[in-house]
């Protein structure tokens, strides 16, 4: 089946540090991929997303290259604010059928001032 | 805002009642998605609608969940007989036909006491 696997946080950076969050995954075909952010209680916002191999989405700094030899999709960030504070989602979804989003279990970012 | 809604954004009620939640997605999206959320935890697919028609439905989707979307615009989704498991955010998300990207509501927060 399909699933994502992200690194488990929280992570915890000082302003201006880089940021990595890494994300693989496992798909039967050829999926779409993104980045979810969620800011305490509301719900998603897409962040970034890339369709196909070696593409980079990219928005607010961040960035993300889908790897198919890797099968991952890892999210940076040259210089985190404390506004970037937040769970960070990591999904993919087939280009078939309902193409429902499977997310991984998230990554909580605390950047501190 | 022509955002997904969702209503109401919190609800608190008692281990038996029932609960309905609304969903009404970005104007023309043909697609609509319902997710479950607990905490410390990547949101979960429940349902999927193509216009009225409900074309799948996760195991995670017990008889006491029912979910409609009688004119193919907004949706409900019910949870009779709640039980404090069901404790959760409800995350309504939609997208049109020719579109991989997924838009989501602010989330229905149900806490059962």
């Known amino acids: 089946g399909n699933s994502v696997t992200q690194m488990e946080g929280p992570v915890t950076l000082s302003e201006e540090a880089f940021l990595t969050i890494n994300c693989t995954y496992t798909?039967?075909?050829?999926?779409?991929l993104f980045w979810y952010v969620q800011y305490p209680g509301e719900g998603l916002q897409l962040l970034l997303k890339?369709?196909?191999?070696?593409d980079k989405g990219s928005n607010k700094g961040f960035e993300a290259t889908y790897r198919k030899e890797t099968t991952s999709f890892h999210l940076e960030k040259g210089s985190v604010q404390v506004s970037d504070s937040a769970v960070y989602f990591c999904?993919?979804?087939?280009?078939?059928?309902?193409?429902?989003?499977?997310f991984g279990s998230g990554t909580r970012l605390q950047v501190q001032p | 805002d022509t955002g997904v809604s969702q209503d109401p954004r919190h609800k608190i009620t008692k281990r038996g009642q029932n609960v309905t939640f609304r969903c009404d997605p970005i104007?023309?999206?043909?697609?609509l998605y319902w997710y479950r959320q607990t905490l410390g935890q990547g949101p979960e697919f429940l349902t999927y609608?193509?216009?009225?028609?409900?074309?799948?439905k996760s195991r995670l989707l017990s008889d006491r969940f029912s979910a409609e979307r009688p004119k193919g615009s907004f949706s409900t989704l019910e949870i009779q007989r709640t039980e404090q498991g069901d404790s959760a955010m409800y995350l309504c998300?939609?997208?049109?036909?020719?579109?991989?990207?997924?838009?989501f509501g602010e989330g229905s927060w149900l806490t059962v006491v």
């Open positions: 998300a939609s997208r049109d036909s020719s579109g991989n990207t997924i838009y």
């Open positions: 798909a039967t075909g050829y999926p779409s």
């Open positions: 104007s023309e999206h043909n697609r």
């Open positions: 609608f193509q216009n009225e028609a409900q074309l799948e």
């Open positions: 999904a993919l979804s087939l280009d078939t059928g309902r193409r429902a989003l499977t």
């Open positions: 890339a369709t196909k191999a070696d």
